[in-house]
């Protein structure tokens, strides 16, 4: 049985474990103002945005979506019937499965993530400040993280 995720990390990880808990406060903290222009703009709740995004790229069954989305399945069904009834997405069935649905992206979706993708999102000051070549040590370090 995989051990979970929220367990005290050994001393030799806490500075990673602080690192992580500032990186996580730095766009997590920071982003209210954003998310607010983004349901401004759309007119949307942010939480179908993120269903939104999450199935741009490719369709995925509710509960998969569920899962990647953080929310429980009746509350991804809700937000599913409600960019569904907005012609956002469409449930379409699974090929051999006929008790699994799958959300899809339709083209009015796409344009309400192309709308998403224009309100202005301006980085922190503290970012702004860096010079080049901090930003590239950084952006460098981001990349080796997020490539594992």
Do not use: Y
């Not at 309100?119 to 922190?124: A, L, M």
């Not at 010079?131 to 370090?141: S, Y």
């Not at 990349?143 to 594992?148: D, F, L, P, V």
């Amino acid at each position: 049985m995989p051990e979970p995720e929220h367990e005290v990390a050994p001393a030799r990880d806490q500075p990673t474990a602080a690192v992580w808990r500032s990186m996580v406060a730095l766009v997590f903290d920071r982003r209210d103002d954003w998310r607010r222009s983004v349901a401004a703009a759309t007119g949307l709740p942010f939480s179908r945005i993120r269903i939104l995004r999450r199935v741009a790229d490719r369709a995925m069954p509710l509960k998969e979506l569920a899962a990647i989305t953080g929310m429980d399945a009746p509350a991804t069904s809700v937000a599913v019937t409600d960019l569904e009834d907005a012609g956002l997405v469409r449930r379409e069935q699974v090929d051999g499965d006929r008790r699994c649905k799958q959300v899809t992206i339709t083209d009015a979706g796409r344009a309400v993530l192309s709308t998403v993708a224009e309100v202005d999102d301006p980085p922190p000051p503290g970012l702004r400040n860096l010079d080049d070549a901090d930003l590239e040590h950084l952006r460098r370090l981001l990349t080796r993280i997020t490539e594992g």
